[in-house]
């Protein structure tokens, strides 16, 4: 098994390169393309009910769980280019616990497309809008890191069957339908990570993937940055998909109907044949604590999506302290 990874050329430490599916060396400056982020092989769609069974364990690399004493956010670290760090608080405080055997290994990748530096342009333009209080810069130095993180994110295949009746409105009168269809459904997300799963914002950030781009695992793309552990597991992610899933479904319900608009929907459904993809997904995170609440902006590190908390109690002194506050940046 491969410890870590050594550049050819001068034995430097190599790490992913975002935005180029290749790895990066820190000494030298060598690039190699990661051959797995280049190939044409999709994602094996796993089977839901061997899943105990078949679900790989293997991660490639000796992994360590790392656990933050300030959030209490676990991650996943190659044994031998542990950070450090905690990537959902800038906290150092960290402690490395078990090793990782245990742990399912993803069987898919999305590999960052976003550069730190072009994470920085997003959250500048995001910010300009916010209010920036003069205190904030004070208490909180760790603003200023954007940390690259792999999130875990469970997509599900399913076939339904579903019988529905509602009810709609015509000339004062109403009426009743019903129907069934059928409906396959592709790459429901349900995220694992409880770290981020807290706010809809953060949400919202984490399920914008194109998840059909995602590629076939390799501990490459991972090479010097955290992956965090899956604090939700899959057979809870499953059990846990009920009314999103019954929205979406309704929705589908609604195009069977076409013009009418069906109110009370009551639906019965049947699962067939669920599939499952383990993939881990890439983040860029910056947070920071003010008044005891730790606060946190996320960056699809695919799409450039941007979301986050704000303490809403900020002043008015914007403009000013922003454009100082964006200079300590070094972006001006
Ligand atoms: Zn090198
Ligand atoms: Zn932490």
Not at 86 to 111: H, K, R
Not at 217 to 246: K, Q, R
Not at 304 to 331: N, Y
Request: with cysteine.
């Amino acid at each position: 098994m491969e410890q870590t990874k050594k550049c050819p050329s001068c034995g430097g430490t190599m790490i992913f390169n975002p935005g180029f599916k290749s790895l990066l060396c820190q000494s030298c400056g060598r690039k190699d393309i990661i051959p797995e982020l280049v190939s044409k092989i999709p994602v094996e769609e796993m089977d839901f009910l061997t899943a105990q069974n078949t679900a790989s364990h293997d991660w490639g690399m000796e992994a360590k769980l790392v656990q933050c004493k300030q959030c209490g956010g676990v991650t996943i670290q190659n044994k031998l280019q542990m950070s450090g760090f905690c990537p959902f608080c800038g906290s150092t405080t960290v402690e490395a616990a078990d090793p990782a055997q245990d742990i399912m290994a993803p069987n898919g990748v999305i590999p960052f497309e976003i550069t730190e530096k072009r994470a920085l342009y997003i959250f500048k333009d995001w910010i300009k809008d916010r209010f920036l209080a003069p205190e904030l810069l004070a208490q909180n130095a760790q603003l200023n890191k954007f940390y690259g993180v792999y999130v875990p994110l469970f997509t599900f295949d399913v076939l339904t069957i579903n019988r529905f009746t509602g009810h709609y409105n015509e000339n004062n009168r109403t009426l009743f339908k019903s129907g069934r269809f059928q409906h396959q459904v592709d790459d429901f997300p349900v995220v694992a990570s409880k770290q981020l799963s807290t706010d809809k914002l953060l949400l919202n950030v984490i399920k914008d993937y194109r998840t059909n781009e995602a590629k076939p695992y390799t501990p490459d793309a991972l090479a010097g940055f955290p992956c965090e552990h899956y604090s939700v597991g899959l057979s809870e992610a499953w059990n846990g998909i009920g009314s999103e899933m019954d929205s979406y479904l309704k929705n589908q319900a609604l195009r069977q109907v076409e013009s009418k608009f069906l109110m009370g929907i009551q639906m019965a459904t049947e699962y067939y044949n669920l599939k499952y993809k383990y993939l881990v997904v890439p983040v860029w995170i910056n947070s920071f604590f003010y008044d005891n609440k730790l606060y946190t902006v996320l960056i699809n590190g695919q799409t450039g999506k941007i979301d986050g908390q704000w303490p809403k109690s900020f002043g008015t002194f914007a403009k000013k302290t922003a454009m100082f506050f964006l200079g300590s940046f070094g972006i001006e």
